[in-house]
Nanobody
Framework: VQLQASGGGLVQPGGSLRLSCAAS????????IGWFRQAPGKEREWVSC????????YYEDVVKGRFTISRANAKNTVYLQMNSLQFEDTALYYC?????????????????WGQGTQVTVSS
């Protein structure tokens, strides 16, 4: 089981990025995929989650309406489309897989983690 996160970069405030989390060794139907982020000097926080079985999506309040999580079945990949980015969105973003598909906001509920991809919002 492997997760590969990518798509981070440098963007101006108000801009957009799309992060990808490519899964290998398992199919997304049996997992939930969550996105977390960790800003410098802060704890890692949950951002969003996609339940692979039900297709339901979940968002942390501060990103609702700006971020959209989705899945590309053929690519076994989950995307996080981030619009209207703000300085406060600057962080290292991680994707993680949860076998229980609870889409918990707690990182200890996730079984597998990808490496982080850096998102920097700066003018």
């Amino acid at each position: 089981v492997q997760l590969q996160a990518s798509g981070g970069g440098l963007v101006q405030p108000g801009g957009s990025l799309r992060l990808s989390c490519a899964a290998s060794g398992f199919t997304l139907d049996y997992y939930a995929i969550g996105w977390f982020r960790q800003a410098p000097g802060k704890e890692r926080e949950w951002v969003s989650c996609f339940n692979g079985r039900s297709g339901r999506t979940y968002y942390e309040d501060v990103v609702k309406g700006r971020f959209t999580i989705s899945r590309a079945n053929a690519k076994n990949t989950v995307y996080l489309q981030m619009n209207s980015l703000q300085f406060e969105d600057t962080a290292l973003y991680y994707c993680a897989a949860d076998v229980s598909r609870l889409c918990s906001p707690y990182e200890n509920q996730y079984d597998y983690w990808g490496q982080g991809t850096q998102v920097t919002v700066s003018s």
